[in-house]
């Protein structure tokens, strides 16, 4: 570069203020070092000319290349600019000029399955951007997880892993050339449409004049133009001005889906966008391009990554949707905040939108979630690159959709089986290597193998984002949801729910985290009454070997069948199987039945006694409350919901199996000896002195008529037994409730031996 001068381009100034600060060093204490005055510093850091000597002297001393701040030497353009041109009046008659066409094609939206399309303001929700890319950090898997906001698998959502965010807008200004990166469906092109609407409308950057490139209709534009002629031509549709606004810096070039450019046109895009933002360099650039695209270098611009959104981002999006609709927002987000796995899906604006298009039509998710998920992965996989016309490069001809879908469940299963819900680049490309070396006609060259896997999951996350890099060479599913779906479709779809194949998936039936494998397998099976029956022995089988428990099981079937109420004995049992097991992991009182005097104050008559009564002297609420993990009475709320409906009274079947006619009357007899006042410090005081005589009394009348009386003094080893034959019943309901296929019979027959001893059931199979 010749000349004895130069000066910092704006990206320059911008690195140079960084170094400055990673330095620790101001201004003035910049200048002391190099021993110059401040003015030529000063100079430096507003763009200014200064002496070629100092200005590389300051770039050694802050640790820049010169190189690659300095300011490219005028243009021709630039050098004969004309300056007795009135460029503002000029920029404000462009954008009257193109208002109109901005406003038509970006003030609107419409993805999937939108029956018409919506007005991007009333619809689009800021966005965050991550200065940092995701999968460049060097991070390991343990970090990865140390990230992750709960290691309690119910709340373990990887889609959480936080970094810095800074709003979308404010990246724009912080950064002149801007290539912003993100998965399919996470809101780039929203986001520049957003750019453009907010520069037209005079609220963001008003002195330039927005110009929106769809790089893919560029490239196929006939004649193959330039990007000035196309801009001229096409986008301003033509004025002749627009080269004076890009002359003088007054453009704001929005460039949209780099990936989307077919690899026949790819060098010759690339080269052109890079002669176009050397040759106007002082305009504002922002480019956007899907992670894991072809390896695209632009030197002066910045990479950012668009961030997921947070629960403010879904809530706001959704409180956009639904309003003027039938369906409130509110409940939309009741739901999902009830729905952990449906919540994470949200975080991508893609599959927010599908979320709620599903929940409008019928004001709640889908029973059967496994169907929802599936459409989720639809739009991923097939809809949302077709619907606009985007035919990608398919770098690996034989993968067809349905097998990409079985090579995601082999890698799916293999890596839930062994709890790494993070795993290597070096593992994945194994798993694809070993899935397509079983292709027709596949390679069987080593080295062809692993350059093909290698191409193969880059693919997978460029295309699709089911995969996604997490850090340098480490992968994830890009939601627990999927990870989890592809590992059910794994044992239903690609094991065609073989008998060994549902024995594998049973054999995880106390384990938590496979709940939801569970749900979803049950509701894409075509029938899930295989599944169900050996679930059903796989449950009965957990305590089939313990004496005791079996008793204990037997005591509850005898008192069920002892009572005579209008439920069902399946809930009677449930009841009495419950209170046999009261205490057993607590340290409270064994009579946790004495909760049900909340329900006795027909008897009492009197509110305030039975609340006296359970926290002076049995056992403290709130903490019994908080111990979600007590056997409690949430079975029999389950069962009875099951087969009694959704209209099940859980109150009332307590209360009437709680108060059976000889304890009615005993308890009655037992009212009459308490203080009848309504002076409520007379009655504490005789409550003091006559309160273990009394509750002595009613202990007794519940032993007597509720024969509860047998502490069945379990060991630890059989707690645990029944905690997880507890658990797996309960997760057995929410299989049969899940909107699953299952035939009358089945239905029938496992309704029949829920929590009946393996004796009982041996003879019930023997009678029939």
Same mark, same amino acid.
């Given at each position: 570069?010749?000349?004895?001068?130069?000066?910092?381009?704006?990206?320059?100034?911008?690195?140079?203020?960084?170094?400055?600060?990673?330095?620790?060093?101001?201004?003035?204490?910049?200048?002391?070092?190099?021993?110059?005055?401040?003015?030529?510093?000063?100079?430096?850091?507003?763009?200014?000319?200064?002496?070629?000597?100092?200005?590389?002297?300051?770039?050694?001393?802050?640790?820049?290349?010169?190189?690659?701040?300095?300011?490219?030497?005028?243009?021709?353009?630039?050098?004969?600019?004309?300056?007795?041109?009135?460029?503002?009046?000029?920029?404000?008659?462009?954008?009257?000029?193109?208002?109109?066409?901005?406003?038509?094609?970006?003030?609107?939206?419409?993805?999937?399955?939108?029956?018409?399309?919506?007005?991007?303001?009333?619809?689009?929700?800021?966005?965050?951007?991550?200065?940092?890319?995701?999968?460049?950090?060097?991070?390991?898997?343990?970090?990865?997880?140390?990230?992750?906001?709960?290691?309690?698998?119910?709340?373990?959502?990887?889609?959480?892993?936080?970094?810095?965010?800074?709003?979308?807008?404010?990246?724009?200004?912080?950064?002149?050339?801007?290539?912003?990166?993100?998965?399919?469906?996470?809101?780039?092109?929203?986001?520049?449409?957003?750019?453009?609407?907010?520069?037209?409308?005079?609220?963001?950057?008003?002195?330039?004049?927005?110009?929106?490139?769809?790089?893919?209709?560029?490239?196929?534009?006939?004649?193959?133009?330039?990007?000035?002629?196309?801009?001229?031509?096409?986008?301003?549709?033509?004025?002749?001005?627009?080269?004076?606004?890009?002359?003088?810096?007054?453009?704001?070039?929005?460039?949209?889906?780099?990936?989307?450019?077919?690899?026949?046109?790819?060098?010759?895009?690339?080269?052109?966008?890079?002669?176009?933002?050397?040759?106007?360099?002082?305009?504002?650039?922002?480019?956007?391009?899907?992670?894991?695209?072809?390896?695209?270098?632009?030197?002066?611009?910045?990479?950012?990554?668009?961030?997921?959104?947070?629960?403010?981002?879904?809530?706001?999006?959704?409180?956009?949707?639904?309003?003027?609709?039938?369906?409130?927002?509110?409940?939309?987000?009741?739901?999902?905040?009830?729905?952990?796995?449906?919540?994470?899906?949200?975080?991508?604006?893609?599959?927010?939108?599908?979320?709620?298009?599903?929940?409008?039509?019928?004001?709640?998710?889908?029973?059967?979630?496994?169907?929802?998920?599936?459409?989720?992965?639809?739009?991923?996989?097939?809809?949302?690159?077709?619907?606009?016309?985007?035919?990608?490069?398919?770098?690996?001809?034989?993968?067809?959709?349905?097998?990409?879908?079985?090579?995601?469940?082999?890698?799916?299963?293999?890596?839930?089986?062994?709890?790494?819900?993070?795993?290597?680049?070096?593992?994945?490309? %194994?798993?694809?290597?070993?899935?397509?070396?079983?292709?027709?006609?596949?390679?069987?060259?080593?080295?062809?193998?692993?350059?093909?896997?290698?191409?193969?999951?880059?693919?997978?996350?460029?295309?699709?984002?089911?995969?996604?890099?997490?850090?340098?060479?480490?992968?994830?599913?890009?939601?627990?949801?999927?990870?989890?779906?592809?590992?059910?479709?794994?044992?239903?779809?690609?094991?065609?729910?073989?008998?060994?194949?549902?024995?594998?998936?049973?054999?995880?039936?106390?384990?938590?985290?496979?709940?939801?494998?569970?749900?979803?397998?049950?509701?894409?099976?075509?029938?899930?009454?295989?599944?169900?029956?050996?679930?059903?022995?796989?449950?009965?089988?957990?305590?089939?070997?313990?004496?005791?428990?079996?008793?204990?099981?037997?005591?509850?079937?005898?008192?069920?069948?002892?009572?005579?109420?209008?439920?069902?004995?399946?809930?009677?049992?449930?009841?009495?199987?419950?209170?046999?097991?009261?205490? %057993?992991?607590?340290?409270?009182?064994?009579?946790?039945?004495?909760?049900?005097?909340?329900?006795?104050?027909?008897?009492?008559?009197?509110?305030?006694?039975? %609340?006296?009564?359970?926290?002076?002297?049995?056992?403290?609420?709130?903490?019994?409350?908080?111990?979600?993990?007590?056997?409690?009475?949430?079975?029999?709320?389950?069962?009875?919901?099951?087969?009694?409906?959704?209209?099940?009274?859980?109150?009332?079947?307590?209360?009437?199996?709680?108060?059976?006619?000889?304890?009615?009357?005993?308890?009655?007899?037992?009212?009459?000896?308490?203080?009848?006042?309504?002076?409520?410090?007379?009655?504490?005081?005789?409550?003091?002195?006559?309160?273990?005589?009394?509750?002595?009394?009613?202990?007794?009348?519940?032993?007597?008529?509720?024969?509860?009386?047998?502490?069945?003094?379990?060991?630890? %080893?059989?707690?645990?037994?029944?905690?997880?034959?507890?658990?797996?019943?309960?997760?057995?309901?929410?299989?049969?409730?899940?909107?699953?296929?299952?035939?009358?019979?089945?239905?029938?027959?496992?309704?029949?031996?829920?929590?009946?001893?393996?004796?009982?059931?041996?003879?019930?199979?023997?009678?029939?």
């Amino acid at each position: 570069m010749s000349g004895r001068s130069l000066s910092c381009s704006p990206e320059g100034i911008q690195k140079a203020k960084r170094a400055l600060i990673r330095c620790s060093l101001t201004q003035k204490a910049l200048a002391e070092d190099l021993e110059v005055t401040r003015q030529p510093i000063g100079k430096f850091f507003t763009g200014k000319p200064v002496d070629r000597n100092l200005f590389v002297q300051i770039c050694d001393r802050l640790d820049l290349e010169w190189e690659e701040i300095v300011a490219e030497p005028a243009s021709e353009l630039e050098a004969n600019l004309d300056n007795s041109i009135d460029i503002d009046a000029i920029v404000q008659g462009v954008r009257e000029k193109i208002k109109p066409i901005i406003q038509q094609r970006c003030g609107t939206m419409r993805v999937l399955d939108m029956t018409q399309p919506i007005g991007l303001n009333d619809i689009y929700t800021s966005v965050n951007i991550l200065d940092k890319i995701t999968g460049q950090r060097r991070l390991g898997i343990d970090e990865l997880l140390q990230q992750c906001k709960s290691q309690d698998f119910d709340f373990f959502g990887l889609n959480r892993i936080t970094e810095k965010r800074l709003p979308g807008l404010e990246a724009v200004e912080k950064y002149s050339k801007l290539m912003i990166l993100g998965k399919p469906g996470a809101g780039k092109t929203t986001f520049l449409k957003y750019l453009a609407i907010q520069c037209i409308g005079g609220e963001f950057q008003a002195e330039r004049v927005p110009i929106f490139v769809t790089l893919k209709n560029f490239a196929e534009t006939e004649n193959k133009p330039g990007l000035l002629q196309h801009i001229t031509e096409e986008t301003i549709n033509p004025i002749s001005s627009i080269q004076d606004v890009l002359t003088y810096g007054k453009a704001l070039v929005l460039l949209d889906g780099l990936d989307e450019v077919r690899e026949e046109d790819s060098n010759r895009v690339l080269k052109e966008i890079r002669e176009f933002s050397d040759r106007y360099p002082k305009n504002q650039f922002v480019m956007t391009c899907r992670i894991a695209a072809r390896e695209y270098t632009f030197e002066k611009f910045t990479e950012v990554e668009v961030a997921d959104f947070d629960d403010d981002q879904i809530s706001n999006f959704a409180n956009n949707w639904f309003k003027k609709k039938a369906v409130k927002p509110e409940t939309f987000i009741k739901r999902l905040e009830e729905n952990s796995r449906i919540k994470e899906l949200a975080a991508s604006p893609l599959l927010l939108t599908l979320l709620c298009l599903a929940f409008e039509e019928s004001g709640d998710f889908p029973a059967n979630r496994s169907e929802l998920y599936k459409e989720g992965l639809d739009a991923l996989l097939k809809k949302w690159d077709a619907k606009r016309g985007i035919q990608r490069d398919q770098i690996y001809k034989k993968l067809s959709v349905q097998r990409k879908e079985d090579l995601l469940s082999k890698i799916a299963l293999t890596t839930f089986e062994g709890s790494e819900y993070f795993f290597k680049q070096k593992v994945a490309e %194994q798993y694809i290597t070993e899935y397509i070396r079983n292709l027709p006609d596949a390679n069987t060259d080593e080295e062809a193998l692993q350059v093909d896997s290698e191409q193969v999951l880059r693919s997978i996350e460029h295309h699709h984002g089911l995969v996604v890099a997490r850090a340098k060479r480490i992968y994830s599913f890009s939601h627990l949801t999927f990870h989890e779906y592809f590992t059910a479709r794994e044992f239903v779809v690609v094991r065609q729910s073989s008998e060994e194949a549902l024995q594998n998936l049973v054999s995880h039936i106390t384990e938590k985290r496979w709940r939801e494998v569970f749900l979803l397998a049950v509701g894409m099976s075509p029938s899930a009454d295989r599944l169900l029956i050996f679930f059903k022995d796989k449950i009965d089988a957990i305590v089939a070997e313990d004496e005791k428990i079996q008793q204990l099981l037997m005591w509850s079937s005898e008192k069920s069948v002892s009572v005579d109420v209008r439920y069902k004995k399946v809930i009677t049992r449930a009841f009495y199987f419950a209170f046999a097991t009261r205490g %057993q992991k607590m340290n409270s009182s064994s009579y946790q039945v004495l909760r049900l005097v909340f329900l006795y104050r027909v008897i009492f008559n009197n509110l305030s006694i039975a %609340q006296n009564f359970i926290h002076e002297n049995f056992i403290n609420i709130d903490k019994y409350e908080q111990d979600k993990d007590d056997i409690d009475l949430s079975l029999i709320k389950s069962i009875g919901s099951y087969v009694e409906g959704d209209d099940f009274e859980y109150d009332c079947c307590i209360a009437a199996l709680a108060i059976a006619p000889k304890t009615k009357q005993a308890l009655l007899a037992l009212r009459k000896k308490l203080l009848t006042t309504s002076n409520k410090e007379l009655f504490q005081k005789w409550w003091q002195a006559n309160r273990l005589s009394w509750t002595e009394q009613f202990k007794a009348v519940m032993i007597q008529y509720h024969n509860i009386a047998p502490e069945w003094q379990l060991s630890v %080893q059989q707690k645990e037994l029944l905690q997880q034959y507890y658990y797996a019943n309960q997760l057995l309901i929410s299989c049969l409730n899940s909107d699953c296929y299952v035939s009358l019979k089945v239905r029938q027959e496992i309704e029949y031996t829920l929590l009946l001893p393996i004796a009982e059931i041996k003879q019930r199979q023997q009678q029939r």
